[in-house]
């Protein structure tokens, strides 16, 4: 968990939606776009807090274990994670197309 923040999003939805999970058919399994985005804002008000407090000291600090996936330092994070989150906009254009829906955006 990035900053220690704990998270407002439920358990299970980590089978829904995490790594390995497995897409369902029916659309009811999943929590309604407006719990998604409820949930999601909280988390990313939270990360964009954490991301304000760092000083050149912290943002200069080496990340260790997995997160070195993602980024050298903590001050390199905010640059990674915009990147990651263009990823997930571009699974969701592609699935909108694969729907007939038009383009989200342009």
Not at 2 to 11: C, D, H, W
Not at 16 to 37: D, F, H, I, W
Not at 62 to 86: K, R, W
Not at 92 to 100: E, F, I, P, W
């Amino acid at each position: 968990t990035l900053g220690k923040q704990e998270s407002n999003v439920p358990a299970e939805w980590d089978g829904l939606c995490g790594m390995g999970s497995v897409p369902q058919t029916n659309a009811s399994a999943y929590p309604s776009p407006s719990e998604l985005r409820e949930a999601l804002a909280v988390q990313r008000e939270g990360l964009i807090a954490w991301l304000g407090s760092f000083d050149a000291e912290q943002a200069a600090k080496p990340l260790e274990g997995d997160m070195t996936q993602f980024a050298s330092s903590y001050g390199n994070l905010p640059g990674s994670i915009a990147c990651h989150e263009s990823v997930h906009a571009g699974q969701l254009t592609v699935v909108r197309k694969s729907l007939g829906m038009p383009p989200k955006f342009g």
